[in-house]
């Protein structure tokens, strides 16, 4: 079983910056990547950005390429969100998910490839 906690969401004017971080507990061997996601009210959840977990590998949702920023510490089992120059637009709910078995990386953007989600948490941006 994977645990995922997220923090660090909050509320920031347009064009700050939040640092969102995800702790993943329990046995994350079978997930070969991790990614961020989003859903605002009365919206489909959506990709945000998607990492590898051992080779190279990063992808972004074209909306916030040059804005975001996702890492991972392998060593401390977390996965991070910077996000900068933040528009009201991104106000939504922040979920990190952890791939299921198999997932296609390809598809890294799609919430249908991942098992594990965490709770969420809250980033609203003010204009």
């Known amino acids: 079983q994977v645990q995922l906690v997220e923090s660090g969401g909050g509320s920031v004017q347009a064009g700050g910056s939040l640092r969102l971080s995800c702790a993943a507990s329990?046995?994350?061997?079978?997930?070969?990547?991790m990614g961020w996601f989003r859903q605002a009210p009365g919206k489909e959840r959506e990709g945000v950005a998607a990492v590898y977990a051992v080779i190279s590998g990063i992808l972004y949702a074209d909306f916030v390429t040059g804005r975001f920023t996702i890492s991972r510490d392998n060593a401390k089992n977390t996965l991070y969100l910077q996000m900068n120059s933040l528009k009201p637009e991104d106000t939504a709910m922040y979920y990190c998910a952890a791939s299921r078995y198999g997932g296609n990386w390809f598809r890294a953007l799609d919430p249908r490839e991942y098992r594990h989600w965490g709770q969420g948490t809250q980033v609203t941006v003010s204009s």
């Open positions: 329990g046995d994350t061997r079978t997930s070969h990547f």
